[in-house]
């Protein structure tokens, strides 16, 4: 069917007494056929002239378009369209997340007198805001022509400055609304809270309606009360930044900074309304305000967009509290490097007991869920002992030392910002040696001394020599061992992710001041110590989230992933390294010229490095998001890296002499 006769069948079927429902399927036909799917916009422009065009030479079929527009008019209210298109129905990020998986989920019903749902299903393509924007004035104004309302009084406003007039005045008051909402009021700054700016908001738009039905919207009266309307929105929207000084001290709120992003949107609309309403090339203006209604239909159906926007601020803040952790484990000279030796071997040894502690578990026979979460404490409760005695563990370091290096480049721009970042990089890479090296040097030997210990104690090595094999094999380097490891590294970030976002939650909600202060807990404990331990968990917090959730992650992940068939296992490379030293316990020294035992060691080799550049990729990656480092900086990032790795490759692995 050429587009002649496509026209002619659409423009056919017009009939101003159908059903409500088979008007808005006609209508979806008709933008279905103009929009031109994978083609240019001048091909939905010239369908839409070619439908106007007939409109205008046959005043039959015009007249049945007028009737079918006044019958489509009466029974949908586009204030909602123009007020409320693309903002949550209850300004709550929960909310809207539903909502948005359930759009995915479920499809719309053209029968609807909702307007924002009719829009959703006339415009589903990007390409619609393409072609809308294309419009050359000439045939928008034609387009105006048809859809102008006859037999207006001039005594009231017309019915479109009405609806534009009402949708402004429903979002300055949802403005209001969220500037008096209490937990965007208790963290607005004291200077902001005096001007008392959203209390005089609603007067304001009171003066601009009243200008506007008493004088016209065109009128001196009621631009000058518009111009004062723009104003103070600016001032609310000056006042509202003030939240964000508060969320950055006390916690990011990931529902509180989607409430003031959806206020700022609403008064990008108010602006929109207003120049619709108060300019004198009226259909122009209202063809681009239906450019971008469609533009923001589009990205309001993204659940990643969503959630982008709205964990932006947390996502940075998650990545300061890392980097603030991550200072600690960056060694920059050499007295600093033999302490990360001490601690890291400190650290070692723990591991080793832990190594022990794994097997003491498999051989209690549990279910797979409980073998995970028993193995999971296990990890869990070692990681805490490490981190309260101030030691040590390697391949936890990465995903809080990345944010660490990445808060260098700030100002990016500042002369020897990207020279200062590679010293960074090489004192990390240095810290990560020492770190393996530590672990590794008191790890095996730890586990050689308990299995020499129980063999004399109980004549039973740690673990039997069926297991010793089974070790072996499974960490064999030619198997899926670097697989596992990049798994491994994959949970090493997510618990740094959760270590910040936890630690964002206890701020946020300001659970140490309440330890320290509650009658109930100063009752309890007295409030010296209540004070205390209020401190101490505020310091410690991040790290016990941090290994917590490590531990619990790296037993009950694999157990669940079992259960899917899935087969996931982890591999760490000092708990590696001491079940290698189990099994050579187990088996006899004569194990160590086995073909096994040195693809075992081989495979231990693989997973340290892959251990700690899968976690430091992934958080180098949100660090520099959270800096908004360019592209373009990116590069030069690399780019310098290479060239110090080419100058000077011995930096990376040894410190610095001392003068």
């Known amino acids: 069917m050429n587009e002649t006769s496509a026209c002619a069948d659409l423009l056919s079927r017009l009939d101003p007494a159908a059903t409500a429902v088979e008007r808005h399927l006609w209508l979806m036909a008709v933008v279905d056929w103009i929009r031109a799917d994978d083609l240019p916009p001048e091909v939905s422009i010239g369908r839409l002239q070619q439908l106007l065009d007939v409109l205008e030479q046959q005043p039959e079929l015009r007249t049945r378009w007028q009737a079918w527009w006044q019958a489509f008019r009466a029974h949908l209210d586009l204030v909602p369209l123009l007020a409320d298109f693309g903002f949550a129905p209850r300004t709550a990020f929960l909310s809207e997340l539903g909502q948005r998986i359930r759009r995915k989920l479920l499809p719309a019903t053209p029968d609807t007198t909702d307007p924002t749902v009719l829009f959703d299903l006339l415009f589903t393509h990007p390409q619609d805001a393409q072609w809308l924007a294309a419009l050359p004035p000439a045939l928008i104004h034609r387009l105006a022509a048809l859809l102008h309302t006859p037999n207006h009084d001039p005594a009231t406003l017309h019915p479109w400055d009405q609806a534009l007039l009402d949708a402004i005045v429903f979002g300055v008051s949802q403005v209001s609304a969220t500037g008096f909402a209490s937990e965007i009021r208790v963290r607005l ?58 969320l950055d001290e006390h916690g990011i709120s990931v529902g509180i900074v989607f409430r003031l992003q959806q206020m700022r949107q609403r008064i990008r609309r108010i602006h929109a309304l207003l120049d619709c309403l108060l300019t004198t090339d009226r259909p122009t203006a209202t063809a681009a305000l239906m450019a971008d209604l469609v533009t923001l239909g589009h990205e309001n159906r993204s659940i990643r967009a969503l959630v982008a926007s709205s964990s932006h601020l947390t996502a940075a803040k998650v990545a300061e509290r890392s980097a603030e952790t991550g200072e600690h484990y960056i060694t920059r000279n050499r007295a600093e490097y033999r302490d990360m030796l001490r601690h890291a071997a400190g650290g070692g040894a723990i591991i080793g007991f832990t190594t022990w502690g794994k097997f003491l578990l498999y051989g209690l026979a549990l279910s797979p869920f409980w073998a995970g979460f028993a193995a999971g404490m296990n990890y869990a409760l070692s990681f805490v002992l490490v981190q309260l005695l101030h030691w040590t563990v390697a391949t936890k370091q990465p995903a809080v030392t990345a944010p660490a290096m990445v808060a260098k480049l700030r100002d990016i721009q500042a002369p020897g910002a990207v020279r200062g970042f590679v010293d960074e990089v090489a004192h990390l890479f240095r810290s990560q040696v020492a770190a393996i090296a530590g672990n590794l040097a008191l790890v095996v030997p730890t586990v050689l001394l308990i299995s020499l210990a129980l063999q004399a104690l109980t004549d039973q090595p740690m673990i039997d020599a069926d297991k010793a094999h089974h070790v072996l094999h499974d960490l064999n380097v030619l198997g899926p061992t670097a697989l596992f490891a990049a798994f491994t590294g994959v949970l090493l970030f ?36 209540a004070g205390r331990w209020a401190r101490w968990l505020r310091h410690n917090v991040s790290g016990l989230a941090a290994n917590i959730s490590l531990g619990l992650m790296l037993g009950v992940i694999p157990a669940f992933a079992a259960f899917f068939g899935l087969g996931l296992e982890v591999r760490h490379v000092t708990l590696s390294a001491g079940q290698v030293a189990a099994a050579v316990a187990a088996l006899g020294w004569h194990s160590l010229a086995s073909a096994d035992f040195w693809l075992a060691v081989a495979g231990v080799a693989v997973v340290g490095p892959i251990n700690l550049a899968v976690s430091f990729h992934f958080a180098f990656r949100l660090a520099l998001r959270a800096q908004a480092i360019s592209g373009v900086n990116r590069q030069r990032i690399h780019a310098a890296i290479r060239s110090r790795l080419r100058s000077q490759p011995l930096s990376f692995l040894r410190p610095p002499r001392e003068d």
């Open 189 to 246: 700054s004291p200077e902001a809270q005096r001007q008392r700016t959203f209390v005089a908001l609603p007067e304001r738009l009171e003066a601009f309606r009243q200008a506007v039905q008493q004088h016209a919207p065109l009128s001196p009266q009621a631009a000058t009360e518009a111009e004062r309307l723009r104003q103070h929105l600016a001032a609310c929207q000056e006042v509202a930044q003030t939240v964000y000084a508060h």
């Open 494 to 529: 997510a618990s740094s992710i959760l270590a910040g976002w936890f630690e964002n939650w206890f701020v946020l909600h300001r659970l140490d001041s309440a330890l320290a202060h509650h009658p109930r807990f100063t009752r309890a404990l007295g409030r010296e110590r």
